[in-house]
T-cell receptor
């Protein structure tokens, strides 16, 4: 079974803090993705990566950066958290046909 | 541009059939997907259909694809309270691996 894990289920941070969200997959997938989920908007793609040290902007990259130093790990970074980044963050790892999602991190920025 | 549209809410009685509809815009998508999200959980892949198929059946689930109208539907037969969840339709434009999701349809199953 493919396992995608995320470092935290719930996180509360203050405005202006630097936030790291970690995602790890155990199936040697090359492609990994970060989405945010907001009610009524579905999932929106923030960043994705097709290989180690490679990254591509998704639809809403502003305010975020990513790091992929190892194949199994894809990190999402909020350089200076803001209240409008309060959301559910979902990581995914993919074959050519299927995407496998982690359980999500619910981030609250106060 | 790429866009996927779903209605936001559907309510059915236990034992009835549920039909969740979706429209998409990108005809280059090789696969179209249905995901389920239970409260507090991540997304679970329910099923997907290859774009050259019209229908796919998997136990209580039936997916219908109308390529001409770019319309996808998910039918759940004999809907149970455990089927209450948010259902997302998604397309994969250009086969890049990234998915474009609809807004999600909340299915409420009344006993």
């Amino acid at each position: 079974d493919v396992k995608v894990t995320q470092s935290s289920r719930y996180l509360v941070k203050r405005t202006g803090e630097k936030v790291f969200l970690e995602c790890v997959q155990d199936m040697d997938h090359e492609n990994m993705f970060w989405y945010r989920q907001d009610p009524g908007l579905g999932l929106r793609l923030i960043y994705f990566s097709y290989d180690v040290k490679m990254k591509e902007k998704g639809d809403i990259p502003e305010g975020y950066s990513v790091s992929r130093e190892k194949k199994e790990r894809f990190s999402l970074i909020l350089e200076s958290a803001s209240t409008n980044q309060t959301s559910m963050y979902l990581c995914a790892s993919t074959t050519t046909r299927e995407q496998y999602f982690g359980p999500g991190t619910r981030l609250t920025v106060t | 541009g790429e866009d996927v549209e779903q209605s936001l809410f559907l309510s059915v009685r236990e034992g009835d059939s549920s039909v969740i509809n979706c429209t998409y815009t990108d005809s280059s998508s090789t696969y179209l997907y249905w995901y389920k999200q239970e409260p507090g959980a991540g997304l679970q892949l329910l099923t997907y259909i290859f774009s050259n198929m019209d229908m796919k059946q998997d136990q209580r689930l039936t997916v219908l694809l109308n390529k001409k109208d770019k319309h996808l539907s998910l039918r759940i037969a004999d809907t149970q309270t455990g089927d209450s969840a948010i259902y997302f339709c998604a397309e994969s434009p250009g086969n890049t691996g990234k998915l474009i999701f609809g807004q999600g349809t909340t299915l409420q199953v009344k006993p």
